[in-house]
């Protein structure tokens, strides 16, 4: 199989006549030792099945179906979703592998979205360089509607990277540090140099490397709570108020979660009363709590207490 380098990816978009959109955070990579480092970092063994958003001229695409797995690839853009079959076909891969949705990745809904050919099975991987502009939309998405998601590979915007990977109290700490924690770890794998993309786009980029966790598991080990007897339907009631709180407090990260919380609370002493229920100084600002305290929050809210039990 041959991969795509500089003069492909003109080639195509020529032939295409494709001029790459900045909106649709079109920059394609053109270098095939970039797009083998990330499909080997996904650890893929031949015969699974891959989810990449934004497969482009399919520089990833093609470097994914070496690895011998088959790849769903949903793309926005039509006229690079109809050529990438082409394309596949021409550099020694086979098209049979490949399953190609023309549409927004934020419209996927569920795994019964992904339309998946006789034989496969859903997706546990999600491999890709992601159009830069949405890139944590996209991850939080996917976790939350492919419960069979068990890891992503992406590669994004450094900046993005850094805010992901961020620890309470980094600079970088925000909601979407807190809201990939909920759902699992995440961990910067390797920097990519501008370099390597057509056009060379005017940030640097990472790659990060997420692994989802049980969060049955967390709420048990975390919160002292027993869990078991929750439904999927509780736990996630319980996410969308995590999620909630975090956008309420990092919306006015420089106020303190007396103030902060007092919208999402009610009022400003219904907010006190909720974090001292949830054992949180309301003195404190929203960069220095976990993802835990964040559900010790939200349970309080939901249920009264943080020491929840299995909720009626
Ligand atoms: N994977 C290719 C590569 O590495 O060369 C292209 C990556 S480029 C950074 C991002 C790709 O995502 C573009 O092809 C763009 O058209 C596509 N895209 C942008 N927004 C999208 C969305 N909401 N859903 C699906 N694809 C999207």
Redesign the pocket.
Known sequence: MFLLGARDILALCAALEVSP?KK??????TDPGT?RRIAAAAGISPGDTVV??????????LALLEQGCKVIA????PR?AAALPVTVSQHGASSADLHVLT????EIAGVSDLDLPAGWAAPRQLV?????N?ATP?LLHFLEVLPGLECALV?VQAEVAERWVAGVADAAYGAPSVKLAWWGSVKRAFKVGRNVFYPAPNVDSAVVDFRRLEVRQRLEEDLKLSPQGWTDETIETLRQEVFAAVNAAFSQRRKTLRQSLAGYAGSPDAAVALLEAASISPGLRAERLSVTDFTKIAAAKLYGTSDTKCPE
Do not use: C, R, W
């Open positions: 959109s649709k955070g079109q920059n394609f990579v797009v990449e958003i934004g497969p482009g001229l399919g520089s990833l695409t949903i793309e926005i853009d690079l549409q927004d990745a934020l890709a360089n992601l159009p830069y949405v996209l590669m």
